[in-house]
């Protein structure tokens, strides 16, 4: 916008991101961190006032370290982790825990929801444990109370939104998500609406453009109360917006969890180990979204007591196969390609002699064979991979990437792509599109090394021989 700036809020699992657009420029980032808890084995649990709180420190910070920018703002537009919910009463107050996308409580309500494939047909959506259908149908037999007494099934930005605006709405990415939205065609499933009633939120287009700031949300904010709010789009189809990512340039997201996202050019047609989303501006888009990845590294700092700088520096100085050590990264069970909620993390060929960086290396290397794996399936045809997430900035997993695809791998100005996709979602509802290669030029590309492609042949054999006796290990018990 030639006369304002636009604020973009990611509303991430891990960390609520503000940015600061003048024009295709970004002004400022801030990132406020959210905490997850695990009060049982297999759950994940959010506080979601939280989910309010970090857009109001983050909006703080980013005003902070660009005062002039801030006071400019003339358009809010979001990017939303997606399949986390939470039920809230008429007044927006949370009548529970967050339950996030990794929770994998609802394991028999998975079962009730019917056939696995005829329900992936239906709705795009790979059922299982972690299925929002399945957990919502959770909450209703375990917390019937709060189920009751609950107006609204909202995600994270819906919630947040609502607190802006007073209008309760979502849009079609988030809703593709949950396993009670129809595809193809679009709209709540009648199965849906049995299950939740009215308490599903109206769909409408990305691109709507909601009512203005309340009082009291504008004085949190510091914004002027004839702010636009542009309702956004979820973080995967905002991240394959940000970064331009087709079906021969696929996108590979490293964040909290890594994934591979393919834009669709034709039909519905996707093999049966992706789902099917909508896209930020429409069109769907396959994914596939692997267990874990600065998730898993993450784990390994808590472990090792070392930051993650200093374990993916010691990763580099390892060499290709980590000493003989392979690791399967599914610390939030085998997602996709796999989709055994059952199997979990492992290492294989662990010795005394192997130290931080050998277990860094081995995890990096994991998540690369295994979003391999994935494009395998989905971009059959891809000639170079798109990067998005905080992971594009490590040297060593572009390079163990580049390698295990044998493909070259592009990493833009912005790695943080969900926020340049809500950018461009914004640019579009007020009427002034925007060229994804101006707002987020390629900064590199990055052919893969030939030595490290033939070492990388050789581990990936012994890692699918490994995978498939840790997922019948797993079947056995």
């Not at 039920?87 to 929770?103: E, H, M, Q, R, Y």
């Not at 990264?329 to 390609?337: D, I, Q, S, T």
């Not at 990096?364 to 000639?383: F, I, K, S």
């Not at 030939?450 to 990388?456: K, R, S």
């Amino acid at each position: 916008m030639s006369d304002g700036t636009v604020l973009t809020l990611d509303l991430g699992t891990s960390a609520t991101k503000a940015g600061l657009w003048s024009d295709c420029r970004l002004a400022a980032l801030t990132r406020v961190p959210i905490a997850t808890t695990h009060p049982e084995p297999g759950w994940a649990e959010q506080d979601p006032t939280r989910w309010w709180s970090s857009v109001v420190e983050a909006c703080a910070q980013v005003r902070a370290a660009a005062p002039d920018a801030y006071a400019a703002v003339r358009a809010i537009g979001f990017a939303s982790a997606r399949e986390s919910f939470v039920l809230v009463d008429n007044a927006l107050t949370p009548l529970c825990p967050g339950i996030l996308w990794s929770d994998k409580r609802a394991r028999s309500e998975a079962e009730k929801l019917g056939d696995a494939g005829e329900f992936r047909a239906r709705t795009g959506v790979v059922l299982n444990a972690a299925t929002h259908a399945a957990k919502l149908l959770w909450v209703r037999e375990h917390r019937a109370e709060q189920f009751a007494a609950a107006r609204w099934v909202l995600a994270p930005r819906d919630l947040v939104v609502g607190r802006l605006t007073g209008q309760v709405v979502t849009d079609p990415s988030l809703a593709s998500r949950t396993g009670w939205f129809a595809i193809e065609g679009g709209g709540w499933t009648s199965v849906g609406l049995d299950a939740a009633g009215e308490r599903l939120p109206p769909v409408r287009p990305a691109t709507t453009v909601v009512d203005g700031l309340l009082r009291e949300a504008a004085s949190d904010l510091q914004l002027d109360r004839d702010v636009a709010v542009v309702l956004g789009a979820g973080d995967r189809a905002c991240e394959a917006l940000g970064v331009g990512a087709t079906e021969k340039r696929p996108m590979v997201s490293w964040g909290a969890t890594a994934n591979v996202s393919v834009p669709m050019s034709g039909g519905l047609y996707a093999p049966p180990e992706a789902q099917v989303s909508v896209g930020a501006l429409g069109g769907y888009v396959q994914e596939a979204g692997l267990s874990s990845s600065g998730g898993a590294i993450g784990w390994l700092e808590s472990m090792t007591g070392r930051s993650h700088g200093d374990l993916m520096t010691a990763a580099v100085g390892v060499e290709p196969g980590a000493g003989g050590l392979l690791a399967l990264a599914w610390l939030n069970g085998a997602r996709a390609p796999w989709w055994r909620a059952d199997t979990h993390a492992a290492f294989v060929g662990l010795t005394p002699a192997h130290g931080p960086g050998e277990l860094a290396r081995a995890l990096v290397e994991a998540v690369a064979l295994d979003a391999v794996r994935c494009l395998e399936l989905l971009a059959p045809d891809a000639r170079e991979l798109a990067l998005a997430g905080g992971g594009a900035g490590d040297s060593l997993w572009r390079s163990v990437l580049a390698a295990c695809a044998g493909m070259a791998v592009v990493r833009q100005t912005f790695d943080e792509a969900a926020s340049v996709g809500a950018r461009i979602v914004v640019g579009a509802a007020l009427g002034e599109p925007l060229d994804v290669g101006e707002l987020n030029p390629t900064v590199t590309r990055e052919e893969p090394d030939p030595a490290l492609i033939d070492a990388y042949r050789h581990i990936r054999a012994r890692s699918d021989t490994a995978a498939a006796a840790v997922l019948q290990i797993a079947a056995d018990t």
